[in-house]
């Protein structure tokens, strides 16, 4: 059957979208994954995947057009199938194909159309990122029964890959909330539900239990009275916030962090004050947080009384450490990875930096040459540039670097777009800049795809060498180590020096070893030879 896949609501501010290339072609065949086009939105140029397989049956937004969001972008089906109905106008069946992944049936149609109260609007639970297919609601900032303004924040929905906050793009009384607190949901299913205050939802609840409600996004436009209307959500900013509850009742604003640190130290929220925005309860606060301490008498009888304890307590994963056991446990398990060691000479990198970090307001650190370093080999050897698909090998002439960063739940790759048109300042900006983004969970799904390498350094935390999982669906990853003061060999004499060693992981799909070395020989001299990248 033949799935209508419409513009997509790529931001939050989005209203319309430009293609800016097509990927595919009519009469290609397409499997869940391929990317069938690049979107430019009013924020940045994002790649828009496929959630259905099946032949490429139309285009209907021509590269270098745009078109409002949930209009007709494109249709996929069975090769050879008739979509004159679609192409003629039928509009009822473009209205009610709103999702790329489903068609509503005959059935679900009037399922949906069944004593719907006037004015009701659902809310569903949104795609924040590409990979995204369930959430978690981390904590509601609103009851049931309370008022809401357009504009108001409704709930932190946790994704793969940060907590974001919702804020409502209508008005009404909360009606009803179909997710809990803690409880996760997939993509599309019932968030909650807005209306006029006093109306009753009880058939839709019932419906909703019942597994027979359907909740397309459908589009902003006036839809018939007798369909269920769809309220809109927007991310309003990430935001490192989670919530408890006092003994009174009270709401208690803290980080994810704090509250797993509380809970592993037995500390109660409520006997914390924060320090963060609003009263909100950081990982500081916990960590230096003094509980009251006891009579020494009763402390020496509790310390002997839970002496040879033994304890194991449960944390629940969130949806960024899911997100990243699975796509590391793909790329391990899948991509055949090989290593590459090599030992640089530092001292003229060292005396480079010493010396442009003396001009004002002038700042790079050693990662930021080895990002430049790494984005000017890439240009020399073009087959590390490259993505693996079972039947092509993609070559990329744009060169997009992720630099790992880690964060309270785990690692993030921002990516530093087109790195090679850019010089050592504006590489140290931007990766300083995302670098606070991903820490703050501030940063935006699109500052995080579109990699075509990616850069991992553990150099300050003392690491020497270390091998790291390549982040695909790049074919290396280098991994940067400490620069150490030691002794070596110059001129025939033994003088003090200071070296880095690099590991270079390799997918053996598309880079060799030879490859591999000569791409490594080349940052070796880039790195041993600074000024090179200066001009």
């Not at 799935?3 to 869940?32: C, F, H, Q, Y």
């Not at 990122?129 to 904590?139: F, H, R």
């Not at 592993?264 to 990982?283: C, E, M, P, T, W």
Request: proline share 4%.
């Amino acid at each position: 059957m033949a799935i209508v896949v419409n513009m997509p609501r790529l931001s939050d501010t989005m209203e319309e979208g430009v293609v800016a290339k097509w990927l595919i072609n009519i009469g290609d065949s397409i499997e869940e994954g391929d990317i069938l086009a690049e979107i430019e939105t009013d924020k940045a140029t994002m790649e828009f995947e496929s959630f259905n397989e099946g032949t490429l049956l139309h285009i209907g937004v021509q590269e270098g057009e745009s078109a409002p969001v949930d209009t007709l972008l494109a249709i996929i089906g069975d090769k050879d199938e008739d979509i004159s109905g679609l192409l003629n106008g039928s509009t009822a069946v473009e209205e009610s194909t709103t999702t790329e992944t489903e068609t509503p049936t005959e059935e679900t149609i009037k399922t949906e159309a069944v004593a719907i109260p006037d004015g009701a609007l659902i809310i569903t639970m949104p795609r924040l990122s590409d990979t995204m297919t369930d959430g978690t609601v981390a904590a509601w900032l609103k009851n049931v029964g309370d008022k809401i303004e357009e504009g108001d924040i409704l709930a932190e929905i946790e994704t793969d890959k940060a907590t974001m906050e919702f804020e409502s793009f209508n008005e009404g009384t909360l009606l009803h909330i179909g997710v809990q607190e803690g409880e996760s949901a997939p993509v599309d299913s019932l968030l909650a539900i807005i209306g006029n205050a006093g109306t009753d939802v009880t058939a839709l609840v019932a419906a909703q239990k019942a597994g027979t409600l359907s909740t397309p996004s459908e589009d902003k436009t006036e839809a018939p009275k007798e369909e269920i209307k769809t309220a809109e959500v927007a991310p309003k900013k990430a935001t490192e916030t989670t919530t408890a509850t006092t003994n009174s009742g009270g709401r208690i604003f803290a980080s994810p962090l704090a509250k797993k640190i509380a809970s592993d130290k037995g500390i109660k929220l409520s006997d914390i004050k924060g320090s963060g925005d609003n009263g909100r309860i950081i990982k500081k606060d916990v960590e230096n947080y003094t509980p009251q301490v006891a009579a020494p008498v009763q402390a020496a009888v509790t310390n002997f009384a839970i002496a040879g304890e033994e304890n194991t307590s449960e944390v629940k994963n969130s949806q960024m450490r899911k997100a990243i056991a699975k796509a590391l446990g793909n790329s391990k398990f899948s991509a055949p990875h090989f290593y590459l060691n090599i030992e640089v000479d530092m001292e003229n990198a060292m005396a480079s930096r010493k010396m442009i970090n003396a001009i004002p307001d002038t700042k790079v650190s050693f990662n930021d040459m080895v990002v430049k370093a790494c984005a000017m080999a890439l240009n020399k050897h073009p087959q590390v540039n490259t993505s693996w698909t079972d039947n092509t090998t993609l070559f990329h002439s744009h060169i997009n670097i992720g630099v790992a960063v880690a964060v309270d739940e785990g690692l993030v790759v921002p990516v530093v777009k087109h790195t090679d048109a850019l010089s050592l300042t504006q590489i140290g900006f931007t990766v300083k800049d995302l670098a606070g983004k991903a820490r703050n969970k501030k940063i935006s799904p699109a500052e995080m795809q579109g990699s075509t390498f990616t850069v991992s350094n553990l150099g300050m935390f003392g690491i020497e060498s270390f091998t790291s999982i390549i982040n695909q669906p790049n074919s290396a990853i280098l991994s940067v180590g400490t620069i150490v003061e030691k002794p070596v060999v110059k001129n025939s004499q033994i003088v003090v020096g200071n070296t880095m060693k690099l590991t270079l992981a390799c997918d053996h799909r598309t880079v060799d070893g030879a490859v591999g070395a000569q791409f490594l020989q080349t940052l070796k001299t880039f790195l041993e030879n600074p000024v090179t990248m200066l001009a």
